[in-house]
C-alpha cells in the first residue's frame, strides 16, 4: 500500500488528487456541528499530503494526522509547516497504538478506505478507531461505491497534468469480478533542463457493499447517524446511483 504512494507523493497536490479531501474538510465539520459535536481534537486517518488536515489546523484545531506512507507524510509537513497544532504519526491505520495517541473529539477517514485491501482490513480500521474513542464521540469516512469506482474505471485514458516540468498521464480499468479498480500514473518528471525521470504508480481502490460496512460498525460499537453523499443528502445504503458515501459514526 505504501510504495506507489511514495513514487507519486512528490506530485500528490499538483495532480489534484488531495483536493477532495481539502475540498470536504469544512463540510464534514458543520454537518458534525448539526449533529452536535463539540470537541478541538481531531484525529486524521490516511491524512496522505493534509488536504484535510491543513484546513482544520488553520482553524484551530488541533490535529493528529496518520499515514503508513513516509514521503506522503513528508509532503503533509512541508504543506502544514506554517500552521500550529499539528502532530504527524508514520502508522499502519489498522492497527493504531491508543496509547500513543491523545484522545479524539473526531476521526476522520477522507478518501482512505477504498485503499483497503479487503473487507477485514476495514473492519480492522473500525475495530481500531472504536479503541480510541471514547463514547459519544463521532467517526467520519466515506467510500467510494461500487457503481462510484466502476465510473472511475471506464474513464479514458489521458494526460492529466503537461506544465511546469511535470507530464502525466493517467490509466484507468475496473475488475468487475473483483470489484477493483486500477489506477495506473506515468509520471516524466523534468530534474534539469532537458532531463526528465520516468516514473509509474500503480494504485488500487476496491469497491466494498455500503450496507456491509455499516453491519461492521456496529459491531464495533458504534450507531449509524447518518450516511449521506458529498453533497450532504442522506442516502440509502442499498442505493444503485450514488458515486460516493459519507458515513457518520457515534461510538456507544
Not at 114 to 136: P, Q, Y
Not at 152 to 170: K, M, N, P, Y
Not at 214 to 228: C, D, G, N, P, S
Request: proline share 1%.
Amino acid at each position: 500500500m505504501s510504495s506507489d504512494y511514495t513514487v507519486i507523493a512528490p506530485f500528490y497536490d499538483r495532480l489534484g488528487l488531495s483536493d477532495f479531501a481539502a475540498s470536504m474538510a469544512p463540510h464534514l465539520l458543520t454537518f458534525a456541528q448539526q449533529h452536535d459535536w463539540v470537541g478541538r481534537r481531531v484525529l486524521d486517518l490516511g491524512c496522505g499530503t493534509g488536504g484535510a488536515t491543513r484546513w482544520f489546523a488553520e482553524h484551530g484545531y488541533s490535529v493528529v494526522s496518520v499515514d503508513e506512507d513516509a514521503a506522503m507524510l513528508d509532503q503533509l509537513r512541508g504543506n502544514t509547516g506554517d500552521v500550529a497544532h499539528v502532530d504527524v504519526l508514520q502508522a499502519d491505520i489498522r492497527a493504531l497504538d491508543a496509547s500513543a495517541i491523545d484522545r479524539a473529539d473526531m476521526v476522520l477517514a477522507v478518501d482512505t478506505l477504498n485503499d483497503m485491501s479487503s473487507l477485514r482490513d476495514v473492519e480492522a480500521v473500525l475495530k481500531s478507531v472504536s479503541a480510541i474513542l471514547s463514547a459519544g464521540k463521532y467517526f467520519l469516512f466515506d467510500l467510494q461505491t461500487l457503481y462510484g469506482l466502476a465510473e472511475t474505471g471506464r474513464a479514458s485514458d489521458s494526460l492529466i497534468h503537461d506544465e511546469s516540468g511535470l507530464v502525466v498521464f493517467q490509466q484507468s480499468a475496473y475488475d468487475f469480478e473483483r470489484q477493483v479498480c486500477h489506477l495506473t500514473y506515468d509520471i516524466f518528471a523534468e530534474q534539469t533542463a532537458g532531463v526528465w525521470s520516468r516514473s509509474r504508480a500503480r494504485l488500487v481502490r476496491r469497491a466494498y457493499p455500503v450496507a456491509a460496512v455499516a453491519t461492521l460498525a456496529k459491531r464495533h460499537q458504534f450507531e449509524l447517524m447518518a450516511l449521506v453523499d458529498v453533497n450532504l443528502n442522506r442516502v440509502d445504503a442499498n442505493a444503485l446511483d450514488v458515486a460516493r458515501v459519507i458515513f457518520m459514526v457515534k461510538k456507544l
